[in-house]
């Protein structure tokens, strides 16, 4: 792993303010189209840009709220840019944030980046990692009211298996259900055909990345994961007032909790989690839009139990696609650690022949993923930095699957896991994951009932 705290503290030397300058707003034929401008010394200027495609009519907005709406997306934007000079000052010209909002903004940067800081050799900053700075002329602001939002529901959906699930728990249940994609690929629109969208019915974003930050990335400024999901509340926030829905449903689950480096803060998945959720929520409705409620349909539940789920949805396992490395061709690259973990939460439920129609290949019999199961078993210093299960699923799904088999079957990696794994209760460890249902949440009554009802069919619902 490279040292890069040298850098870090020349980088911010040398690059003392990064800026805020503003950003502009289109109203286009093909949508609503805001472009952004970012400013850190002489000779670095970036404009990225979103488009909220006009799939079907949209509500007209005030420019108060459609400003205050844009603004915090440019914010959150700013991250990606920021991180590759760290400045130690953040001007901020359009508006001027509150004391709390300043440590709100503070946080999401310092929890947000953890990996970035981590993977870079970067001690992760306090409170000094940077001071936010305004021109005279900035405003304060204060949240705004929607005109009547209904009671439909946003559901961002990426193409993998979580989003499925709650896509179809809502449209089975008979929700008022409204896609959201960003950047749609293959998977995605193939799993939203299942589910019986196409683009007429699915709100559409359009999201660029300013060619210079890809640039400054292969001369050899700082570079690394940032909260995506963070950006996504940011940006359905906004879907939610042009369509004025109020409910915007994510699929994140408990499981996102679980630190990615045992024993410290740093979450590959830190937006998914509990936390970042409480936090948005707070934040949306003391300080942009008070009627949207944000929350995840699947916080109560874990990716064992999201596994038994979507295993029933079949109709989805031929188009659905969780591989990130192969996600610019829409396939399973079936080596990485993403492939690995979802093979694992779904063979308790599918079988080995299901399961190679889904990836096309049998990853049980690859040795080269011994070492990526050593790190979701929990037998490495950490977890994959990626979207997986916790240790724990992950070891009961490998202790049940490892039960179906004789000791003469066993493939490579199973063969390996019974040698040097974790030994459990394999019938009665599964069982404990599928009968739980966490608290805290932020499901209201009738979100929780449906979900319930699908979790626990055949038995009375646990509290």
């Known amino acids: 792993m490279p040292n890069h705290q040298s850098k870090y503290h020349t980088l911010r030397q040398s690059y003392p303010e990064f800026v805020y300058e503003g950003f502009t707003v289109q109203e286009l034929p093909e949508g609503i ?15 990225p840009t979103v488009l909220f495609k006009r799939n079907f009519p949209l509500q007209k907005l005030s420019d108060a709220t459609r400003n205050l709406l844009i603004f915090h ?25 509150c004391t709390e909002q300043e440590l709100w903004w503070k946080k999401l940067f310092r929890h947000g980046l953890g990996e970035f800081f981590y993977t870079n050799g970067i001690a992760i900053p306090g409170e000094e990692i940077f001071t936010f700075k305004y021109p005279d002329s900035a ?40 896609p959201v994609v960003m950047n749609q690929r ?50 359905t926030s906004m879907v939610a007032a042009l369509v004025g829905r109020q409910h915007i449903a994510l699929s994140n689950e408990w499981s996102a909790n679980e630190a990615t480096i045992p024993g410290t803060l740093i979450n590959h998945q830190y937006s998914k989690s509990l936390e970042f959720e409480s936090d948005f929520r707070d934040y949306i409705n003391k300080y942009m839009v008070r009627e949207i409620n944000y929350f995840s349909m699947m916080r109560p539940i874990n990716e064992l139990q999201i ?14 696609k969780s591989c990130n490395v192969g996600s610019k061709t829409d396939i399973w690259c079936c080596e990485c650690s993403k492939c690995l973990f979802t093979w694992i939460v779904l063979s308790p439920f599918l079988n080995v022949d299901a399961l190679v129609a889904i990836f ?57 896991y019974a040698k040097n794994g974790r030994a459990l209760d394999s019938s009665g460890e599964l069982q404990h994951h599928l009968e ?28």
């Open 360 to 416: 096309g290949k049998n990853l049980w019999d690859n040795p080269q993923l011994i070492e990526t199961l050593q790190q979701l078993c929990g037998l490495s210093e950490t977890k994959p930095f990626e979207c997986v299960g916790t240790i724990d699923e992950v070891n009961a799904a490998l202790n049940y699957t490892l039960s179906q088999y004789s000791e003469m079957q066993l493939p490579v990696l199973l063969d390996w």
């Open 307 to 320: 596994g038994k789920l979507f295993a029933q949805f079949d109709a989805y396992h031929s188009v659905f």
């Open 73 to 97: 997306i440019g914010m959150v934007e700013c991250i990606s840019y920021w991180k590759a000079f760290c400045s130690p000052i953040i001007v901020v010209k359009p508006f001027r944030f």
């Open 139 to 178: 405003q304060t602001f204060e949240p705004v009211d929607l005109p009547m939002p209904t009671e439909g529901v946003i559901v961002p959906v990426g193409g993998g298996k979580d989003s499925v699930v709650t896509l179809e728990i809502l449209l089975r249940s008979n929700f008022d259900v409204l």
């Open 33 to 47: 189209m805001a472009e952004y401008r970012f400013s850190c010394g002489e000779a670095s200027t970036f404009r």
């Open 436 to 463: 739980t249902f966490h608290q805290p949440n932020f499901l209201n009554a009738p979100f929780e009932a449906v979900l319930k009802s699908f979790l626990f069919p055949a038995k009375a619902q646990p509290n």
């Open 186 to 235: 293959d998977a995605t629109r193939e799993v939203l055909k299942v589910a019986g969208f196409d683009d007429t019915n699915t709100f559409e974003i359009n999201r660029t990345i300013d060619p210079l930050l890809l640039q400054l990335n292969k001369e050899g400024f700082l570079n690394g994961h940032t909260p995506f999901s963070a950006l996504l509340a940011f940006h």
